[in-house]
């Protein structure tokens, strides 16, 4: 995976384990068959991160995609698609960065080569406005995670996530440990039946495909 999106983590380990973790997500198939949930992404990769020995969390948000004089919100309040639940959450490291994971549904609703994955520094000194995060983006657009409001089904969500996220997490952890031998494997498996992605079919319930995506919509 291209993860010239880390560039801005100045931390050398943070942006070498960030750097691993999303080649590694992409190897197991993890962005396209979750990159769509918010929730599961943003708290699989808070798991990992802690595991890892660092501080992260999950934090309840909403985003704007501005160009122009328009604004393509995601999570935000009112702008969820059928099937959806308002809000979007991302994950905080160290208190200094913003990791966005759960960015899968703005290809189909967005732009199709938007990418999956997002870092950006949190705004050091808070402006009344709500925004933690603000990144410039290609063609004059800028991207801004905001707090000033928050789904009240944040909570209640994660919640509901948890299972699917300590199943993938057991995915992961195995890779990790027992990496040389699962590329070997994918070497001699064909590229669209590989075993890290039946394993992670197995791993999606028929609930899963319902769960809450991050949900956007184009304003005017």
Known sequence: MNTAFLQVVKDADLARDLSRIADDFDILGFFH??????????ALLAQILTAKGYKARVQGCYAE???GNGVFYIGY???????????????????KYLIDFGLGTLKKHYAADFKPALACPLVSNADGTGVIAHLPLNDG???VWRTDWIS???EAELRTQTPTVQRVFAVFDDFQKN?????VKKLFTDQH??????ALLVLRQPADLNES????HRAA
């Not at 990496?179 to 590329?183: C, K, P, T, Y």
């Open 33 to 42: 068959h979750f990159g769509s949930s918010c929730f599961a992404m943003s």
């Open 65 to 67: 995609i501005r160009q």
């Open 77 to 95: 309040q009112g702008f969820a698609h059928q099937g959806q639940k308002e809000g979007h959450v991302v994950c905080l490291v160290e208190d």
């Open 141 to 143: 657009i800028d991207m």
């Open 152 to 154: 009240p089904m944040v």
């Open 179 to 183: 990496r040389v031998a699962h590329l």
């Open 193 to 198: 039946t590989s075993k890290a992605e039946d």
């Open 213 to 216: 995506q991050t949900e956007q």
